[in-house]
C-alpha cells in the first residue's frame, strides 16, 4: 500500500501550539478529515480536500480516511488539542480492527497540545501532582460510570481534568457532576474553568467548588478540579509536589 494515514492533534486553538510536525503533515496531505470546526482550522490550498463531517461521524470519518489512504493518498485526520485524548486515534484503530486487510497500512499518531496541558499552563500548575482526565459526555458510556469515576478520583484525592463538560444536549450533566463531587466533599477544592484557552475569547475563572455554578461551563470549556492540597500564589493556582 503506497498511501499513508497521520492521526494528527491541532492543539487547543492557536496555531503557534501547533507542532512543527503536525504542520508538516498538513502541509503533505492530499485530504483532510475531521470535525467541521476542526477542519476550518486548516487553511485551503490547491491539491488538497478537505472533508468535513458531524461531531458524531468519528466512526465512518475513520473508516473513510483508511480507504483513502488504501487508495495511495496522503490522509490527515485531525483533532483538536491530542488526538490521543478522547479523540480520533481511538476511533481510527477501531475501524482499524475491523478491516485487518488495511492493517498494513502505514499508519502514524502525531501528539498534540491537549486541553488540560493548556489550560493548566495558563492557570498555573495546578496537575503539579497526581491527576487524571474525565469524558464527562455520556454519548459513549453511560452515567453511572462517569460517577462511579468521579467519586473514586475524588476519594484518591486526585486532581480532575474534566472534558466536554456541558452541552446544549445534555445541560444536566455537569450540574450533577458538581452534585456528585460535593457530596464526596469537594466543597473547599479550587476549581478552574478554562474557557477557549490560547483564542481571543479565553477567560479563565478560579474559585472555590462549593461556588460552582453549571452555566459557567460550555463545550469551549476544560474544567480542572484540584486536588485537596491546591492552593493559590498570587494570581496563580498549584498543587505542591508533596502530598501526604
Request: proline content about 7%; charged content about 25%.
Amino acid at each position: 500500500m503506497t498511501g499513508r494515514l497521520t492521526i494528527a492533534g491541532l492543539g487547543p486553538g492557536d496555531a503557534a501550539l501547533m507542532t512543527p510536525e503536525v504542520s508538516a503533515a498538513l502541509a503533505d496531505a492530499t485530504d483532510v478529515l475531521g470535525y467541521a470546526p476542526y477542519v476550518a482550522r486548516v487553511p485551503p490550498r490547491e491539491g488538497l480536500t478537505l472533508r468535513p463531517s458531524d461531531n458524531r461521524m468519528e466512526l465512518q470519518r475513520a473508516e473513510e480516511a483508511l480507504r483513502l489512504a488504501a487508495e495511495g493518498r496522503s490522509v490527515v485526520i485531525v483533532s483538536s488539542g491530542d488526538p490521543g485524548v478522547f479523540a480520533m486515534a481511538a476511533a481510527v484503530f477501531e475501524a482499524l480492527e475491523a478491516a485487518p486487510e488495511l492493517q498494513e497500512l502505514s499508519i502514524r499518531v502525531l501528539p498534540g497540545v491537549t486541553a488540560m496541558l493548556a489550560a493548566a499552563a495558563r492557570a498555573g500548575a495546578p496537575l503539579g501532582h497526581d491527576f487524571c482526565a474525565i469524558n464527562l459526555s455520556d454519548n459513549l458510556k453511560p452515567w453511572p460510570v462517569i460517577e462511579k469515576r468521579l467519586r473514586l478520583a475524588a476519594e484518591a484525592d486526585f486532581a480532575i481534568a474534566l472534558y466536554n463538560p456541558r452541552s446544549a444536549s445534555r445541560p444536566e450533566g455537569f450540574a450533577r457532576a458538581l452534585d456528585v463531587l460535593k457530596e464526596a466533599g469537594c466543597g473547599n477544592r479550587l476549581i478552574i474553568f478554562a474557557h477557549a484557552v490560547s483564542t481571543p475569547k479565553e477567560r479563565i475563572e478560579t474559585l472555590s467548588l462549593q461556588d460552582a455554578r453549571p452555566e459557567m461551563a460550555d463545550m469551549a470549556t476544560l474544567v480542572i478540579v484540584g486536588n485537596s492540597a491546591t492552593r493559590r500564589v498570587g494570581r496563580w493556582v498549584y498543587a505542591p509536589r508533596r502530598a501526604s
